[in-house]
């Protein structure tokens, strides 16, 4: 099993930057794949970017560009540095990882992202 705990969201302006972290604990060598997502009101969640274990990235077209997905695997963190953030970012933010040979997924409990116009 693995634990995610995301930090790092909060009010920004639009223009401005955050970066949110992952911190991930339990079976961390066997993640396969990190993944941050994001759900605004009355929309469905969807993929913002991901990393996987051979440090491959993948990011949807609304934030490339702007965001960047990073690791620290000293720390078991994976980082999303957002820049150029726009009020259409406003939503909240989910970490989400799967480990090698299975389908379940793991989701942390989100963290608040609010861009203001």
């Known amino acids: 099993q693995v634990q995610l705990v995301e930090s790092g969201g909060g009010l920004v302006q639009a223009g401005g930057s955050l970066r949110l972290a992952c911190a991930a604990s339990g079976s961390v060598s066997s993640i396969n794949l990190v993944g941050w997502y994001r759900q605004a009101p009355g929309k469905q969640r969807g993929l913002v970017a991901s990393?996987?274990?051979?440090?491959?990235?993948n990011y949807a077209d609304s934030v490339k560009g702007r965001f960047t997905i990073s690791r620290d695997n000293a720390k078991n963190t994976v980082y999303l540095q957002m820049n150029s953030l726009k009020p259409e970012d406003t939503a909240v933010y989910y970490c989400?990882?799967?480990?090698?040979?299975?389908?379940?997924?793991?989701w942390g409990q989100g963290t608040q992202v609010t861009v203001s116009s």
């Open positions: 989400n990882a799967n480990l090698l040979g299975s389908t379940r997924n793991y």
């Open positions: 990393i996987a274990r051979g440090g491959i990235t």
